[in-house]
């Protein structure tokens, strides 16, 4: 297992308490030198799975989730006007 070196982005220390996460789901930390609060950017695994635009290869964004499917839109929108309707998982 690796461990993660997380340091504080006000005082650079690597001493932290972490106390759950956000809403999206990233960490959340407080600093025991300096008692920031803050969280770790990332790219949670479900936005490296999105498809990419078949039009101009960008990354998709989640328009709108259903029930039976997921819709997508391009990046660029307006611009670039691909919509793209995947199958949920049956799970």
């Known amino acids: 297992m690796v461990e993660e070196t997380v340091k504080c982005p006000s005082c650079g220390s690597t001493a932290y308490y972490q106390y759950g996460r956000v809403k999206n789901g990233k960490k959340r930390r407080l600093c025991l030198s300096c008692n920031r609060q803050y969280v ?33 839109r391009c990046k660029y929108y307006p611009e670039c006007k691909t919509f793209v309707k995947i199958q949920n998982k049956e799970e």
């Not at 498809?51 to 989640?62: D, I, K």
């Open 40 to 72: 770790v950017e990332g790219r949670p695994a479900d936005i490296l799975s999105r498809p990419r635009c078949p039009v101009c290869n960008a990354p998709m964004h989640v328009y709108k989730r259903e029930a039976a499917l997921t819709r997508y």
